[in-house]
């Protein structure tokens, strides 16, 4: 490991193509038709290379999961396109992204995850992930297991992918013309997995990569989930809204490594982080204002919502002015609510409730709307306070905002010294830092 | 249909990234590491652009399927990989490959090809095969169900996989700004799809391609596969080894696609074809025996089998003469192989046994080994005498063997007026001259 403990690592969410406030696809700077725009993508991936972000993480769900009426999609049409595309129109951004356990077969995802792992010189994550959407159960003509049952197969999926992976010998691939020999055959063996889920024979003719074979991520904060990521997973991702909250399952996550064999550091946590930039404060908060103009009905509900986190009924003042002094003692955090505390103090603070809400209290990850420094300042308090090894960030629209943490956030961390200057290696093994692996860890 | 029915179509195998004579990787303009570069790959597709080839052709079985101790392996790493990245780096030539309905989910796999139509800007095609190789099925913990049960579940999986296809409306991309319309989610409907062996409820979130969906391919001459071709194909893989048998098969396919309220016209037969090209065909004959030189043991296996071809032990007589006269006389084709009378052709011209034998009488496919011109008569006469449509086109390696197609046999074509000289329009369809299509055809 050559990577410095005490710099962040940052992986960009890809999203639909566009970003994590999906209806910020109607601003004057986004771009309508990003979804089916494969040079876009590949641009923004070239972008966030440009910032040596560390990856690109391309969540997913096998179905159609949100209201596309007048929102963007959740996720990319194809993540295994998606970063086949991006794998060759860039030399050292990692790719990571997300495949069901539970929806593919071990020897077509083996065979996927390692040929693209070769072809981008070693670049390659999984984020296994056992998927528990109904719509995506009826995308395959089945219903959702139970989570025990989930848990075995993705056991068995990793163990026989990665079994697989490691059927062709290091050093099988020989390609001599001299002797003829192309491969040596008594390197590459059947596996023959025969698990109570799945079973596969291999081989799989597939040679290393650079980095081996492609690292392991996990995501979802369940016991089983843990159990996975202390067994297998490099990266986590995860979505804590506090540091405290943060700091304790990021030592869940490095005890269920110990305990599983592997050094605690093997576990990087990945923290997800959504933000608005812009030169002033009152520009980035503007902006998401003009964002939660396009659905007044969808800010009404969440003026709703809002009210019932800080326990007052905000819809009965003028929600466009500070609450009156009276008013903000009366406010209480709903503990139902991890992001209520926030919001409490966003109030209290003077922030009127709408632009309370435009500071993002309910979105589904801690939101910085600010300037670059903010952005910033948020990123190393989070990370000094031993709350994670780095972040998972999503801009609220891809198209500029990838462009302004680069150009504007990149640089302060780096002269902070919190930022890596350029990629420590060519692999995204090294570029984690993580320890040499091939085939099924012993 | 635009397309000028007295032209030829003609598609590259992309093999391996070599060839399909599996030792040419060892001559010394071979690039041995063909298989895990896809630099190459690439290269070799913008090539066949060049050339104005319609489509680059991957075969595919998800095994180890051959002797790569000695050979270079039959297919790529992974077809899909390939494709994707082919189709970033070209503009015009079609992208067809090889999935099969037995060992892929109908979701993934159409997932997988309508997002690579879509950023190709409609130029995917996808060869249908149920796959009957027992090593396959090891792969995927199961065996080789019957044939019926096969193409019971192929007809099924392609259904399904049209019918999510076409469940996003061809107009409910939307994308509208002003008024927030992102999709017209009332064209955006399940499928509900409900078969004996796969079932699946969809929509698929992806918009159409240029040229609505992938055109659909088949490969495979039994009954069963004649009557999924009819039904489904526009264009059909062919392995005939001589004009007639091949006449006989596009007039049998065309049959069944009429038999299916379809224009016979709509079923495109492209035939296997395999050549060596050099400036003369002394030069090309020679680099034939060059390869053959790799493996002396091989070339006695072969010698046996020619002579079971002709009846008569060649082995016994000097393998590099031409036979003396009063043998030549004895020679009978063996009417069990049908490549059998053109070996007893060439034995009875004057090519010795191992010439004859380098001339291609035992491979795959018919074979020419001569001069551009000799490879462009032998396509001009079997497409003329109504044998085909096109031709499908194995170069014996593909590093030279492409560019020597491309820039030789192409003008002579060209010049004959039997081949076009740009493409027709931007999509396969277009330049296959096809029908439109979207969704399921009622």
Chains 1, 2 share one sequence.
Do not use: C
């Amino acid at each position: 490991m050559t990577t410095n403990q005490n710099q962040m690592k940052i992986v960009l969410q890809m999203v639909s193509g566009y970003g994590g406030e999906f209806k910020t696809w109607r601003l004057p700077e986004a771009k309508a038709d990003a979804y089916t725009d494969m040079d876009l993508y590949v641009e923004m991936a070239q972008l966030a290379e440009k910032g040596k972000l560390h990856a690109l993480f391309m969540a997913d769900t096998p179905a159609l999961v949100n209201n596309i009426g007048v929102d963007t999609p959740m996720h990319s049409m194809d993540p295994l396109i998606a970063m086949t595309s991006v794998a060759r129109a860039t030399k050292h951004i990692g790719l990571v992204g997300t495949f069901s356990t539970t929806f593919n077969e071990p020897y077509n995802l083996a065979r996927h995850l390692k040929t693209l792992d070769v072809i981008s010189h070693g670049r390659v994550g999984w984020n296994t992930v056992t998927t528990s959407t109904g719509a995506t159960a009826d995308n395959f003509g089945t219903h959702i297991a139970t989570r025990q049952e989930r848990y075995g197969r993705a056991h068995e999926v990793i163990e026989a992918v990665q079994s697989l992976w490691g059927s062709w010998g290091e050093n099988a691939y020989i390609h001599n013309k001299e002797t003829g020999q192309f491969a040596d055959l008594g390197q590459i063996k059947p596996v023959n997995y025969r698990g109570e889920y799945v079973k596969t024979s291999g081989p799989l003719p597939i040679p290393p990569s650079e980095q081996g074979q492609p690292v392991l991520f996990q995501a979802g904060p369940s016991g089983e989930g843990v159990e996975l990521a202390g067994r297998f997973a490099s990266g986590v991702y995860a979505n804590p809204f506090t540091i405290e909250e943060s700091r304790e399952y990021r030592d869940i996550l490095r005890d269920a490594a110990v305990r599983h064999g592997r050094e605690a550091d093997e576990i990087n946590v990945f923290t997800g982080f959504m933000f608005t930039i812009a030169d002033t404060k009152e520009e980035a908060l503007a902006r998401r204002r003009q964002v939660m103009a396009f659905d007044p009905e969808e800010t009404s509900q969440r003026l709703r919502y809002l009210s019932a986190m800080v326990g007052l009924n905000l819809t009965s003042l003028d929600i466009d002015k500070p609450l009156p002094e009276g008013v903000r003692r009366m406010l209480q955090a709903n503990w139902q609510d991890p992001r209520s505390p926030r919001a409490v103090e966003l109030l209290q603070e003077g922030y009127s409730p709408l632009d309370t809400l435009a500071m993002g209290v309910i979105n589904y990850h801690p939101v910085v709307v600010g300037t670059a420094t903010d952005v910033a300042d948020f990123l190393q308090e989070w990370f000094e306070s031993g709350a994670t090894d780095g972040f998972s960030i999503v801009p609220d629209l891809a198209h500029d905002g990838v462009k302004r943490f680069v150009e504007e956030v990149v640089p302060i961390l780096q002269e902070r010294g919190i930022f890596h200057k350029d990629y420590e290696g060519t692999t995204l093994r090294e570029n984690l830092g993580l320890p040499y692996q091939y085939g099924l860890r012993k």
